[in-house]
Structure formats: structure tokens, C-alpha cells
């Protein structure tokens, strides 16, 4: 490992293991997820013809009861992509737009990426109604005047398994969410920006990293980006999982995220045979991963000790290094547009140093970045609180 990314990653790992002895309350249980609804549009098993990415394959009104409350209509949407196999995939999403009439040449777009939810169908954004915050965080844009098409990410309510974390998959979803609204014949402009939180802000980074490239040929504009609770190096901690990492408990969320990251890989990279280091119960918690949305296998993994999912450790396994790498990092560097990044210095989802981390690999490279740091919030908190300051940039580049 490079000197630069070894300090990360000893930094990412000290401040995550005092971050997780620091919280000793048991996590509330959420409530359990609702049945989806599917609005009509129904693509779990979908086997029609897929064209290339960025086709639109279906349209549909949304059901009402999963609109926003500053929308003045909303579709759902199926159209084509690409998966972590590099091959025609399919993905589902939302499209919702604004009360006010559009203006001369359409609204500005926002491509909306979202946090974690889950990697089973049932899990699914557009078929389910949108969390207390991101309904207020979105309804904000809309209010501001900007449609929102809001990807599900290719796998999740379509064929497939969801590859959680992987920045490529996310990257294409992305793009082609938005490549796919310019064939539903809505008013929407050709300018658009990203935006992303927790899981959907590493997925907004590794789509501007890519949007112009992806987008080429399209008559797209792209404008920049606003990420908030970015995970990024966290690959540096994974690969040292194992029967003695970590040592302690850690929080049921931290539980979650390293299932998914463990069912998303373990898909991905059948030829590394990870379930070859696992215990029973440690594939008994992948395969739960890949079923169970947050909350169900949050309260699953509560009290769960991670380092018993191992019988050696991640490392052992040759090239897993490089291929974590690979499969999830964050790209600190080729942006060619503005970034926003957003982090609460409460955070123990995605600890503060993470981005911090993030922020100081982008100076290096020389990358148009902004920080702010908000000392008073947690993960979710940050979404709300950073509107202030998220606003006036995305104003400013979509000028």
C-alpha cells in the first residue's frame, strides 16, 4: 500500500473502533419495512429486450402514496444500464417534478442517489414511501425548482443482485436515470447536477467522476455534485476483517453496512470464493444481507460480534486488496466539475475522518472541492443541515 493510503487507513481504523467504543446504547428498533408498491411497474423478474444504457424501457405514474409533498407529479420508470459484470442491465426509479411551471428550455435536473435501504426487491426506493428526511431534503429541491430523477440502482427492485458500494454500477445507474428522462417527453433541461447521501453520496462521487465520459453523445450537461456522509476509503478497513478484527462489538449499523459490503462483493467477485473464509454464521449473515432491508437485519445483527463471521482472515485471500479497491473506492482525483462535500463531525455511520480523509487526498490531486464540516450532526443530521450552504452551489453551477 501507497505510504499516503496506509496513514488513511490507520486513521479511518483508529477513529472507527473509538467511534464504536464510544457508543454503548443499543440502537432503537425501527419499524419494519412496508410492502412495496410497485405503481403498476413490476420488474423483479423482468426478461424483455434491454437496448443500450441509458434507454428508456418503461413509464408509469407513481402511486400517490410515495410522491413527495412538493411534487407536482411523479413517474416511475424502468430503463437500461449496465451491472458489475459489465453487462445490459436494468434499473427502476422516480422521477418527480415540481409544483411551478417549467421554465423556458425545462427544469434543471438533480440526480438523486440514495443511502443504504437494503439489497433485497423489498427494499426498493421508488416502491416504497420516502424516509421523514429525505422526503423534507428533496421536497427542498423541489421547491427550488429542480426535477428529480431518483435511481434505484441496477439489481434492486430489477434482476440482479445490487452491488452495495460499487462505484462503477452506481455510476452508470446514475447517468442513465438521467439519460433516460430526456425520452419521457417531460419538460426537463439538459443541465443537471448530482446528489447523493451515506451509500448514495460514494455513488454520486464515482458518477461525476464518470458523468461526462458516460453521458457523451447524449446532448447532456453536467454541472457538479453535492455529496453528504461520503464513505470513502473504507475499503482499507474491510480487507483487515477476520477472526480478530475488530475486537469489539460494533454498532448495528456498522454490523449492516459490512453484511452488504460482504453480499455485494462476495456477487461481484466470485472467483475470490470470499465464503471461503467464512464461518456458518458468517454466510448465514451474507445471505440475510442480500434479502433484508436496513432496519430487519439491523435489529438481526444487534450485539453481533463481526470478527466470528471469519475463520482466517479477509486478507488471506490473494489479490483481495486490490480488488476492494477496485470494487468500492471513492475517486479522489479526474473530477471536471465542481464537488460540495458535506460531513457531521457526530457521525459514527461514516466517521468524520472518512471524508475528512476524502477532502485532503482531493486538495492533493488539485480537485474543485468544497468541505464544510458541521461539528452538531450525526449521518442523517448532516442531509438537513447542510441545505444552507448546498443551495447557493448548486445555484451557482447550474447557472
Known amino acids: 500500500m501507497k505510504?499516503?493510503?496506509?496513514?488513511?487507513a490507520t486513521t479511518v481504523l483508529a477513529f472507527a473502533c473509538a467511534s464504536t467504543l464510544a457508543v454503548t446504547a443499543a440502537p432503537a428498533h425501527a419499524d419494519p419495512t412496508p410492502?412495496?408498491?410497485w405503481s403498476g411497474l413490476d420488474a423483479r423478474d423482468y426478461s424483455g429486450p434491454i437496448g443500450t444504457p441509458g434507454t428508456l424501457l418503461a413509464q408509469t405514474p407513481l402511486n400517490p402514496a410515495l410522491s413527495l409533498p412538493a411534487a407536482g407529479s411523479a413517474y416511475r420508470i424502468l430503463y437500461a444500464t449496465t451491472d458489475v459484470h459489465g453487462k445490459p442491465a436494468t434499473s427502476t426509479g422516480a422521477i418527480f417534478?415540481?409544483?411551478?411551471?417549467?421554465?423556458?428550455g425545462g427544469y434543471p435536473v438533480i440526480a438523486w442517489a440514495h443511502g443504504t435501504t437494503g439489497l433485497g426487491d423489498d427494499c426498493t426506493p421508488s416502491a416504497l414511501p420516502r424516509s421523514e428526511r429525505d422526503a423534507a431534503y428533496l421536497s427542498h429541491w423541489l421547491r427550488e425548482g429542480y426535477a428529480i430523477v431518483a435511481t434505484d440502482y441496477a439489481g434492486l427492485g430489477t434482476p440482479g443482485l445490487m452491488s452495495y458500494l460499487n462505484g462503477e454500477v452506481a455510476a452508470h445507474s446514475v447517468v442513465d436515470s438521467v439519460k433516460a428522462t430526456q425520452q419521457t417527453g417531460l419538460p426537463l433541461s439538459k443541465k443537471w447536477a448530482i446528489v447523493g447521501q451515506s451509500q448514495g453520496a460514494g455513488g454520486a462521487l464515482n458518477a461525476a467522476r464518470r458523468a461526462t465520459a458516460y453521458s457523451r453523445g447524449s446532448g447532456l450537461d453536467y454541472r457538479g455534485v453535492v455529496a453528504t456522509g461520503t464513505p470513502a476509503n473504507i475499503e482499507h478497513v474491510i480487507w483487515q476483517a477476520g477472526p480478530a478484527f475488530p475486537p469489539v462489538a460494533l454498532p448495528a449499523g456498522l454490523n449492516v453496512y459490512a453484511a452488504y459490503i460482504l453480499a455485494g462483493f462476495t456477487d461481484a467477485r466470485p472467483d475470490l470464493r470470499v465464503e471461503s473464509v467464512l464461518t456458518p454464521r458468517g454466510?448465514?449473515?451474507?445471505?440475510?444481507?442480500?434479502?433484508?432491508c436496513y432496519s430487519e437485519l439491523a435489529d438481526a445483527l444487534t450485539g453481533e460480534r463481526a470478527n466470528t463471521w471469519?475463520?482466517?482472515?479477509?486478507?488471506s485471500i490473494p489479490g483481495i486488496q486490490g480488488a476492494l479497491v477496485e470494487y468500492m473506492s471513492t475517486p479522489y482525483s479526474g473530477y471536471d466539475r465542481p464537488i460540495f462535500l458535506g460531513q457531521g463531525l457526530l457521525d459514527t455511520d461514516v466517521p468524520a475522518v472518512s471524508?475528512?480523509?476524502?477532502?485532503?487526498?482531493m486538495l492533493a490531486a488539485g480537485q474543485p472541492v468544497d468541505f464544510r464540516l458541521y461539528p452538531g450532526e450525526d449521518h442523517s443530521g448532516t442531509v438537513l443541515a447542510s441545505i444552507p450552504d448546498s443551495t447557493p452551489f448548486l445555484a451557482r453551477i447550474m447557472r
Do not use: I
Not at 454466510?283 to 433484508?292: D, F, I
Not at 471469519?310 to 486478507?315: D, E, G, K, Y
Not at 471524508?355 to 487526498?361: D, E, I, N, P, T
Open 355 to 361: 471524508a475528512g480523509s476524502l477532502y485532503a487526498q
Open 310 to 315: 471469519f475463520t482466517r482472515p479477509l486478507a
Open 283 to 292: 454466510r448465514t449473515v451474507v445471505s440475510m444481507a442480500e434479502k433484508l
Open 35 to 37: 410492502a412495496p408498491s
Open 3 to 8: 505510504p499516503l493510503l496506509r496513514r488513511v
Open 97 to 104: 417534478l415540481p409544483r411551478k411551471a417549467a421554465p423556458k
